[in-house]
């Protein structure tokens, strides 16, 4: 399984925008493709958001127009905008590759995954 290094949470007010990074670990990420996955406080880990290769995107509806993915292959990242921001957007933020290029038809979840990074932790809250 591919190791990705997250960064970029933190504490934000409603309204508010934080950008996550992705970062690959040990490895080009040129030909990969990128999910998002959140979980909340209390809940399971969700999926959010993926970039194929091709920056071929997509969002669950709860982050739409929203959220906006993107990545930079020279930095070997990928990013994740998030704009007006929610409460119910507090959770820890993790990446993974995504084997299926970012299929929904099924879409990969958390549970296709043994290994996680550490995440990182964001939290809306006034």
């Known amino acids: 399984q591919l190791q990705f290094v997250e960064s970029g949470g933190g504490l934000v007010q409603p309204g508010g925008s934080l950008r996550l990074s992705c970062a690959a670990s040990?490895?080009?990420?040129?030909?990969?493709?990128v999910v998002w996955f959140r979980q909340a406080p209390g809940k399971e880990r969700e999926r959010i958001s993926c970039i194929s290769s091709s920056r071929t995107t997509t969002y669950t509806d709860s982050v739409k127009g929203r959220f906006t993915v993107s990545r930079d292959n020279g930095k070997n990242t990928v990013y994740l905008q998030m704009n007006n921001l929610k409460p119910e957007d507090t959770g820890v933020y993790y990446c993974q590759e995504d084997p299926t290029q970012c299929a929904l038809a099924p879409p990969v979840v958390a549970g296709n995954y043994a290994y996680w990074g550490q995440g990182t932790q964001v939290t809306v809250s006034s």
């Open positions: 040990g490895f080009t990420l040129d030909y990969y493709a």
